[in-house]
């Protein structure tokens, strides 16, 4: 009887430890484990949209002719595929006065997001909106009023961001040069994150956002993606859902400017799950606060007209000390963790 006892106890003992080993096997590396060589399938780049125009104000330089065709409002679209990928594209927008780098190496040299995804097996595309980085700007217009065609009261409102006003409204600190309390930015590099903010040419776009119909494109030829972007560009992803379905497997929205309406059609924000994600800081930022409200009015009312949207503020969670540029902050691979799990769990496993 006691053979029997300890028979069956080693038994159980085998049994835990073979299940143990099974999870442990069928859950994803930790970021700490993602090193070694970097091994892809390909890796390029391609434009979506754009169109040609012909104009009159190409140039006032002597050396190059006034008139011509130039193509405007295409999208530059940078991809790395790892090899074997099984899981689902991801496509990250990045936000105002800013290109595709937010979500490259960050400015105190860790891996950045793009890097983490496709190391975890996911296809990354990376773009430029349109007008900004490699997605050249219209400047026919300016060229305009330097050719006096134009009145100089009606040169376009291109614009930068000071490193002063930047400062609060990534929520370093409340102003310059205040810190918040456990910001976990990594301050001494900041030298390095002012050199990836570029000219702004957004209020010089038509409506609707070129971008938005060349991210409806994108999405489309990727036959299913995840859409990820951040503040200016966060409500973009909602945008290409409502202009088309097609292609959007998912959306995380990274503290958006903006929300869908709560009181609006909800319609086309009810078929995929979609998360609205939060840094901390956000109610001692009189920008931000007024839009987190609102976004989670609208994630309240999407989820009970049925859909499936999430608004998530990592304070909430115990998770402190996250800056607006929450890719780029000390713990961002633990962050990419987090939202590697929430990927898989709420659109990788509802698509097996």
């Given at each position: ?6 028979i069956?106890?080693?038994?159980m003992a ?6 143990s ?16 060589p ?51 594209p ?10 595709g ?81 456990g ?6 590099s ?50 290409v ?7 959007i ?13 709560a ?5 086309p ?6 998360m609205?994600?939060w ?5 001692q ?42 890719m ?18 709420n659109?990788?496993?509802?698509r097996?």
């Open positions: 009887m006691k053979n029997n006892l300890v069956r106890r080693a038994g085998l049994v835990t430890l073979l299940a080993l099974l999870t442990a096997c069928a859950s994803p590396p930790s970021s700490t484990a993602l090193t070694g970097l091994v892809l399938d390909k890796q390029g780049s391609f434009f979506v949209g754009g169109r040609n125009i012909k104009s009159d104000t190409l140039s006032t330089l002597p050396a190059y002719a006034a008139s011509g065709t130039v193509a405007i409002e295409q999208m530059y679209v940078r991809y790395q595929q790892p090899v074997d990928a099984k899981r689902l991801l496509t990250f927008i990045h936000g105002c006065c800013l290109t780098k937010t979500w490259e190496t960050t400015p105190d040299g860790r891996m950045g997001w793009d890097e983490y995804f496709v190391r975890r097996g996911h296809p990354v595309y990376v773009v430029d909106q349109v007008a900004r980085g490699r997605s050249a700007a219209n400047v026919t217009s300016v060229i305009s009023v330097r050719a006096g065609k134009t009145p100089a009261a009606e040169t376009p409102p291109v614009f930068m961001a000071g490193q002063e006003g930047a400062w609060a409204i990534f929520r370093f600190g409340a102003t310059y040069p205040q810190v918040f309390p910001m976990r930015f990594p301050l001494e900041i030298g390095e994150f002012w050199k990836q903010m570029v000219p702004d040419w957004l209020f010089t776009l038509p409506a609707p956002n070129p971008s938005i119909p060349a991210l409806s494109e994108l999405a489309k030829k990727l036959n299913g993606t995840v859409l990820i972007s951040h503040s200016q560009s966060g409500v973009y992803p909602f945008q859902a409502a202009l088309s379905e097609r292609g497997a998912g959306v995380v929205s990274i503290e958006p400017g903006t929300c869908p309406s009181t609006g059609d909800l319609k924000y009810l078929k995929v799950p979609m609205v994600l840094g901390d800081y956000v109610d930022a009189p920008r931000w606060a007024p839009r987190l409200k609102a976004c989670r009015e609208f994630a309240a009312e999407a989820t009970k007209a049925g859909g499936r949207v999430e608004n998530i503020v990592l304070p909430e969670l115990g998770i402190k000390g996250n800056s607006h540029m929450l780029q902050d000390n713990n961002s691979l633990e962050l990419a963790d987090w939202l590697y799990a929430w990927i898989d769990r659109i990788e496993q509802t097996r």
